[in-house]
């Protein structure tokens, strides 16, 4: 259940042991996704030996292997990344590869929402859980595509008082406008006023990148009610992937290969399942171990550089840590991967 990048890398990987598959999802493809659309971490090795790394460069996968961090109208860090990223938009992403899992056999069922009962042969991976506020927060993402913006390294991270915005290049000469907000209050104007909210402050540097920005509005996306806390496979019922099994804050850039790793874990348990070695109830244990043991860690220091992200006093520390030892962001970046 479920056909973002968990349960699409799932069904190729089942369907290249010729297991018998069939993939419902709630919406239709192609879609525009609200995401980074920058994928850095173990997942980039899961896609090399799925072999779809160089269809991906076909599709004009831009590699990135900098990034800027900037606040106001400065520029707080530059950093060279221990391991370049991919960046590629959801829209080309997802449809290359729900097209690879068609051809592999599976039997798809688009526009179907499925009610999730845990039981024998169902793998849930069905995206975020929900939840309105936490601690008193609403969190929401905002995303669209732009033409005629000039980075200054393959990645930029804008802090913005209302919370941050990220632009990466992607393929086809676009930029990847999204961004992370919190508010206490519902926000009614968002369809009206994403623009803004994308554009960051006035005089910003992010205001500065976007201002002759021609925005393609069909790619415009959002979404609401994320719930960043993180959960453990072993607290839940059934066989959870991806953001269905949990959400790491999207600062990381991590998610979409927490989505794809989790759905190369999850294989051999379900094959030994699948071919009658174990049953149900072990190769569910098997999954949740596995997760919990891969993702544990990097959740923890995920949730410390989240709080950095939005909390001043947590800010001011990171970026002093990050002057007095030059090595500190590399090191985050390597503990939330
Ligand atoms: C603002 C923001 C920025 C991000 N930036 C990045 C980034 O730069 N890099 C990165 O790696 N990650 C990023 N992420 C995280 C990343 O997008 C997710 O972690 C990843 O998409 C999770 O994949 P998934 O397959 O688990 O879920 P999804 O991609 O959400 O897919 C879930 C699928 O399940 C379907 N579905 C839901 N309910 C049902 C149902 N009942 N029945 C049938 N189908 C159903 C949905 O239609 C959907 O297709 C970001 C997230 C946010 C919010």
């Given at each position: 259940m479920g056909g973002g990048l968990a349960g699409l890398t799932l069904g190729l990987r089942l369907r290249q042991r010729s297991v018998p598959l069939t993939l419902f999802d709630a919406g239709t493809y192609p879609r525009h996704r609200v995401c980074g659309e920058y994928l850095s971490g173990r997942a980039l090795s899961v896609i090399e030996s799925l072999g779809l790394r160089s269809s991906l460069d076909q599709l004009g996968a831009v590699e990135s292997s900098d990034v800027i961090l900037s606040r106001g109208s400065s520029i707080l860090s530059r950093r060279r990344l221990p391991q370049p990223a991919l960046c590629l938009s959801r829209y080309q992403f997802d449809r290359f590869l729900i097209n690879q899992l068609t051809s592999a056999g599976a039997t798809l069922h688009t526009n179907q929402r499925v009610s999730f009962q845990p039981s024998e042969g169902i793998v849930h991976a069905t995206g975020r859980q929900p939840s309105p506020t936490e601690h008193g927060w609403r969190w929401?993402?905002?995303?669209?595509?732009?033409?005629?913006?000039?980075?200054?390294?393959?990645?930029?991270?804008?802090?913005?008082?209302?919370?941050?915005i990220g632009l990466c290049r992607i393929e086809n000469q676009q930029v990847n406008v999204c961004g992370l907000f919190r508010s206490r209050h519902p926000v009614s104007d968002l369809a009206a006023k994403w623009k803004e909210w994308l554009s960051g402050e006035a005089d910003s540097l992010l205001s500065q990148r976007l201002q002759n920005a021609q925005w393609d509005d069909s790619s415009f996306s959002s979404i609401a009610a994320l719930s960043l806390s993180p959960r453990q496979a072993t607290d839940r019922l059934g066989i959870?992937?991806?953001?269905?099994?949990?959400?790491?804050?999207?600062?990381?850039?991590?998610?979409?290969?927490?989505?794809?790793?989790?759905?190369?874990?999850?294989?051999?348990?379900?094959?030994d399942w699948s071919y009658g070695k174990i049953s149900w109830a072990v190769a569910?244990?098997?999954?949740?171990?596995?997760?919990?043991?891969?993702?544990?860690?990097?959740?923890?220091?995920?949730r410390w550089l989240q709080h950095a992200?939005?909390?001043?006093?947590?800010?001011?520390?990171?970026?002093?840590?990050?002057?007095?030892?030059?090595?500190?962001?590399?090191?985050?970046f390597r503990l939330t991967r």
């Open positions: 929401f993402g905002l995303k669209a595509h732009a033409r005629n913006v000039s980075l200054d390294a393959g990645l930029e991270m804008h802090l913005s008082s209302r919370g941050y959870n992937i991806g953001d269905a099994l949990t959400m790491i804050p999207p600062v990381t850039g991590n998610g979409m290969s927490m989505a794809i790793e989790g759905a190369d874990l999850a294989t051999q348990p379900l094959l569910s244990r098997q999954v949740a171990h596995r997760l919990d043991h891969a993702f544990a860690k990097r959740l923890r220091h995920a992200m939005f909390d001043p006093f947590a800010q001011s520390l990171a970026w002093n840590l990050s002057r007095i030892f030059p090595a500190f962001p590399s090191l985050l």
